[in-house]
């Protein structure tokens, strides 16, 4: 191979949105404020390494200003049992939350 890859070709699977070179193939599908005071954002995206035979995964990344992203993918077939606790737990903290501000009053 010769010559300097093209930073923006695109990619030869339909659904990536990546271009140029990658590891992991990637359709963006929502990036989200989901820190206090909308610091940091988490990203849900479909993710596929660039190998024989991968798994197309969904890929949880997370951005703060103050660290680098941090991402990791998950097996399709767990996400709706992990969106389910997402749910629980935000639930639980929301109660606790509304009890805290209901002693200080
Ligand atoms: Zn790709």
Redesign the pocket.
Known sequence: MTGAVDRNAA?S?KW?D?TGT?AV?RKYIASLPAGLRGAGLVGVNLAQR?QPRATVCVELTVTTPWASTAGHLFAASCVADIAVALTEAAERATELHAIRQGNNE
């Open positions: 990619c699977v990536c990546e990658h193939h660039v």
